[in-house]
């Protein structure tokens, strides 16, 4: 018990210095340098990584002399690469790029909250090159979402349901049942989250993150995936292994449970149908994740389309 309130008082005071800054999941292009943006073309595809660790080239190619041109022609016809680059798009800083550099496709980014509500501090982009994995990084993210104001909420909602079906009767009704349901639900809560996103993936060097299949695959196999997600993982190198440390994690979070729950409410019943309940939470989550960014680039595609009418029908009319 002593451990359970050392880490939630260690979390509370991360999350004050962690909250104001987004978790970096993936490679973005703010993280790319200057040269990434130089290129003929101003895209990713022409971002060269070696630029990244040597610099500049020591003996750059000089630029060509500049044949003389008439008083009549025009500064883009003068020098049509300031008017290319004056005229490509600035990408935005906030699109996460793949390991080439490249943007990924509105259809696999990942948001770092979905509907502007739910945490997704846990997932990758399809194809997106994932932020690198260690002690830190894994505490920021579990303190994150362990702290989080929405699974607050969502804590009040579950807690207030649990109270009005009375499942377990030794907690109590009323307001002192709820109060009962609250704290207990909230260690359970964090216990989960440190022991599977944190402790034992930094112990056992596991990615228990989820990387989204992406709309490329048909819409079974993606639901299938999204289920084997449960019970496999991978290590910090990429290879796939069974999913230890996020199965584990819900294993130790019941037996650590027994500690601070009735006995009426730790039998191995109970606690089979809690570890049941936590790995069907999961499947929906992760399904919502994997499914997400199909209908979020629909719709905001649609909206484009609509403001685009709209603008053409203004000029239109003014003319």
């Not at 402790?199 to 995936?225: K, M, Q, V």
């Not at 037996?255 to 929906?284: C, E, N, Q, W």
């Amino acid at each position: 018990m002593r451990f359970i309130v050392a880490i939630i008082s260690l979390s509370v005071a991360c999350s004050i210095c962690a909250g104001a800054t987004p978790i970096p999941v993936t490679a973005r292009l703010a993280d790319l340098p200057p040269a990434y943006f130089d290129t003929p073309n101003g895209s990713a595809a022409g971002y060269d990584p070696g630029a990244v660790a040597g610099g500049l080239p020591d003996d750059p190619d000089p630029m060509p002399e500049a044949e003389p041109i008439d008083a009549g022609q025009s500064a883009t016809a003068a020098n049509p690469d300031d008017a290319a680059v004056r005229q490509r798009p600035t990408p935005s800083p906030s699109v996460p790029v793949d390991a080439d550099g490249n943007p990924v496709p509105l259809e696999r980014q990942q948001p770092q909250r979905i509907l502007g509500f739910m945490p997704n501090f846990r997932s990758v982009s399809s194809g997106a090159k994932p932020h690198p994995l260690g002690w830190e990084y894994n505490f920021t993210v579990a303190t994150h979402q362990a702290t989080d104001y929405s699974s607050f909420i969502f804590l009040g909602l579950t807690s207030l349901t649990a109270e009005g079906m009375d499942m377990h009767p030794a907690l109590g009704k009323g307001v002192s049942g709820f109060y009962a349901y609250s704290w207990r639900g909230f260690l359970d809560k964090s216990d989960n989250t440190y022991l599977s996103a944190f402790l034992l993936p930094s112990l056992l060097h596991e990615d228990t993150r989820f990387y989204a299949l992406g709309n490329e695959h048909s819409i079974p196999i993606r639901a299938l995936y999204v289920i084997s997600r449960q019970g496999v993982a991978k290590t910090y190198g990429g290879r796939q292994i069974p999913n230890v440390a996020g199965l584990g994690g819900k294993v130790l979070t019941q037996l650590v449970s027994r500690s601070y729950y009735p006995p009426s409410a730790t039998t191995l019943v109970v606690l089979a149908s809690k570890f049941g309940y936590s790995v069907m939470r999961d499947v929906i989550f992760s399904s919502i994740r994997e499914f997400y960014p199909d209908a979020a680039a629909h719709f905001i595609r649609k909206h484009q389309k609509k403001m685009a009418a709209k603008a053409a029908a203004k000029d239109t009319a003014v003319q």
